[in-house]
């Protein structure tokens, strides 16, 4: 058979292959309506299991592809039964029932002293609060948690050094909202009591993060890297102390901050390094203008179970912008996974989607629909 043959061919068999397809769709509609009558959930894990055996052993040679292929129709059926029906009612009404800010947020809980990062991203997001300190990041998910604040600000990620995991097993522990976002440009300086010759520093204090952010200078430089609970920390124990020798790297607002002379600037390595931070809600708010969506689930040890999760996002035109996997504590390789996408809620079919993972993925939270302000 010649090309042109061959692709006639496959267009007789779409041809015949589409009206199959809907009928199919129109089987699940009805499926829907009985399930409805019925009350019973939408997603049957046991009856798609079955039949993608039977598919996958039918296939012969093609058993790989016909199981994705069938797997994919069985994701669009329930999308289709999701639609007509709901579904997540618990998690709808609460989307539903969210305001779109908190009235006043006077306690927010942020890291470090005054003149830390975590800081200016938070003047950055909320100009007139002012912030209660804690010395490490599980001080702000405590006190979010006992009402101590009204609201906790958290470094993520940043564009050298990567995640902050420790944050993000935060995150999956306590489950609390997220309902802002902030990336701040950050420009690390080397400071110290006296204005000396960089020369004579010997040991530089700071976060493991800015350490990291800045190991190329610290190399270049010979400096030993030692590290402290948050910049601005580090910048008033070198204030303190008064003793040659060391330096900190911290923010030329926390130098200032805590009189110290500036011995160098822009010492990171990129020259484009951003942090992005985040912030935690015991009560979910949901902007109006909201264009992040923050998710969590683990996946079932089966093949495709995580392509088929963000296919159905794909489907949508949502853009996947982050994702982390942390272990699950006391399972063996098991793991909770953390997603960013673009997308509103308020919008039928993202919210029907979310809905839908509630109800078929285990250890799902829908963690919160935002703006990020860059
Ligand atoms: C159509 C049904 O609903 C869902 C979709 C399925 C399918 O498309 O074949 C199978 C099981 C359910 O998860 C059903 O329950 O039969």
Do not use: W
Not at 120 to 134: G, I, R, W
Not at 251 to 277: G, P, V
């Amino acid at each position: 058979m010649t090309l042109e043959e061959i692709r006639k061919e496959i267009d007789r068999i779409d041809a015949e292959l589409l009206p199959l397809f809907m009928k199919r769709m129109d089987c699940a509609k009805q499926v829907a309506a009985v399930k409805k009558e019925q009350g019973l959930p939408v997603f049957n894990s046991s009856r798609e299991q079955e039949i993608l055996d039977r598919i996958g052993s039918l296939a012969g040679e093609y058993g790989g592809e016909a199981r994705l292929l069938y797997s994919s129709m069985m994701d669009m059926s329930r999308a289709l039964q999701y639609n007509l029906l709901g579904g997540g009612g618990e998690l709808r009404e609460t989307i539903r029932k969210a305001g779109e800010a908190p009235e006043k947020a006077e306690k927010i809980a942020c890291l470090g002293e005054s003149g830390s990062f975590s800081n200016e991203a938070l003047s950055l997001l909320y100009p007139k609060a002012s912030p209660q300190f804690y010395q490490g990041f599980g001080g702000i998910f405590a006190a979010v948690a006992s009402g101590d604040a009204d609201l906790g600000i958290l470094p993520v990620e940043n564009s050298s050094a990567g995640s902050v995991s420790e944050v993000y097993d935060l995150i999956l522990k306590y489950r609390f909202y997220i309902v802002n976002a902030a990336t701040l440009h950050v420009h690390h300086c080397l400071a110290a009591a006296k204005k000396v010759d960089v020369r004579t520093i010997g040991t530089v204090y700071s976060h493991p993060q800015a350490l990291s952010q800045c190991s190329e200078y610290i190399t270049k430089n010979d400096l030993r890297p030692l590290p402290c609970s948050n910049t601005a920390t580090a910048a008033q124990m070198v204030a303190q102390r008064q003793e040659a020798g060391i330096a900190a790297i911290c923010s030329e607002h926390a130098a200032n901050e805590y009189k110290l002379n500036i011995l160098d600037r822009d010492i990171q390595n990129s020259s484009n390094n951003c942090t992005r931070f985040v912030v935690i809600s015991r009560k979910l708010f949901i902007p109006d203008r909201a264009q992040k969506i923050s998710l969590c689930f683990s996946l079932l040890h089966k093949t495709g179970t995580l392509y088929s999760v963000l296919a159905r996002f794909a489907a949508l035109g949502l853009n996947l912008t982050k994702m982390e996997s942390r272990p699950i504590q006391d399972k063996n390789f098991e793991y909770d996974f953390y997603l960013d996408f673009t997308g509103n809620v308020r919008e039928d079919a993202t919210l029907n989607l979310i809905c839908s993972l509630h109800e078929e993925l285990p250890r799902f939270s829908f963690l919160g629909n935002y703006t990020e302000c860059e």
